[in-house]
T-cell receptor, first 112, second 119 residues
Framework: DAKTTQPNSMESNEEEPVHLPCNHSTISGTDYIHWYRQLPSQGPEYVIHGLTSNVNNRMASLAIAEDRKSSTLILHRATLRDAAVYYCILRKLDRPGNQFYFGTGTSLTVIP | GAVVSQHPSWVICKSGTSVKIECRSLDFQATTMFWYRQFPKQSLMLMATSNEGSKATYEQGVEKDKFLINHASLTLSTLTVTSAHPEDSSFYIC???????????????FGPGTRLTVT
């Protein structure tokens, strides 16, 4: 299974930027990097995804290292509603079902 | 945006009985749906990939006779936990992939989950 490594937990002050790291040293050239987040007792929610270039959307930015062995999810101004578990997932293009295999994720605490 | 629903949202059943969980894509068609299980404070574990009109593909270690999956239409997949036991108590989450590829490439839209408690 495609392996990602994330810190178990992180804290951030409200309205400050948050950088959530993810290591994926076994990534292959065609693997997409997806980020989802999960609030307690809910299903995961899509945040962002990318392949090689940095990506921005209304929720966050994704910075991908040049060698693609790591990436960072950036929340520009953390709010209390951003407190969740954030999962970094590799989607392998050569896998017929394009399944997601979730790692342990990072539990983000936002301090008011 | 794409919405996936699950029913029921929570269920309590007695040991030895069977429970069916429905997963529906409400505003899009999904040839592929996925079923996950999540224990408290743990990550999601993929159980099986459900393909419309064909047999599900189960992950290693998941008993196909215990977790029956049916994907009879492009908007509905069901998971039946047969002869449930207390160790089957968990949070079951489904996801669906939009056949038309709307939104992110191969993005999965997740349902809200079903909390199963077996007494």
């Amino acid at each position: 299974d495609a392996k990602t490594t994330q810190p178990n937990s992180m804290e951030s002050n409200e309205e400050e930027p948050v950088h959530l790291p993810c290591n994926h040293s076994t990534i292959s050239g065609t693997d997409y990097i997806h980020w989802y987040r999960q609030l307690p007792s809910q299903g995961p929610e899509y945040v962002i995804h990318g392949l090689t270039s940095n990506v921005n959307n209304r929720m966050a930015s994704l910075a991908i290292a040049e060698d693609r062995k790591s990436s960072t999810l950036i929340l520009h101004r953390a709010t209390l509603r951003d407190a969740a578990v954030y999962y970094c997932i590799l989607r392998k293009l050569d896998r017929p079902g394009n399944q997601f295999y979730f790692g342990t994720g990072t539990s983000l605490t936002v301090i008011p | 945006g794409a919405v996936v629903s699950q029913h029921p949202s929570w269920v309590i059943c007695k040991s030895g009985t069977s429970v069916k969980i429905e997963c529906r894509s409400l505003d899009f068609q999904a040839t592929t749906m996925f079923w996950y299980r999540q224990f408290p404070k743990q990550s999601l574990m993929l159980m099986a990939t459900s393909n419309e009109g064909s047999k599900a593909t189960y992950e290693q270690g998941v008993e196909k006779d215990k977790f029956l999956i049916n994907h009879a239409s492009l908007t509905l997949s069901t998971l039946t936990v047969t002869s449930a036991h207390p160790e089957d108590s968990s949070f079951y989450i489904c996801s669906a992939r939009d056949i038309a590829g709307q939104g992110a490439i191969y993005e999965q839209y997740f349902g809200p989950g079903t909390r199963l408690t077996v007494t």
